[in-house]
């Protein structure tokens, strides 16, 4: 049986429907779209993290 939940809002999505982005389940465009935008945000934030702060080998 089929049941997925949209990754934004939560309601249940059904197969004909349903928009599959990222190998997650949305409702609509909008919502895959918005959550290919955080994707994308967090993955720049992550980027400037680690710009200032780089790893380093040993403990600290």
């Known amino acids: 049986m089929f049941e997925k939940h949209c990754r934004v809002c939560g309601i249940e999505v059904k ?3 349903e928009v599959k982005r990222f190998g997650k389940h949305f409702c609509n465009d909008e919502h895959a ?3 290919g935008a955080k994707i994308a ?3 720049r934030r992550e980027e400037e993290y680690q710009k200032w702060h780089p ?3 040993g403990c600290c």
């Open 55 to 57: 790893r380093r080998d």
């Open 15 to 17: 197969k004909e429907t």
């Open 41 to 43: 945000e967090d993955e």
């Open 33 to 35: 779209n918005q959550f």
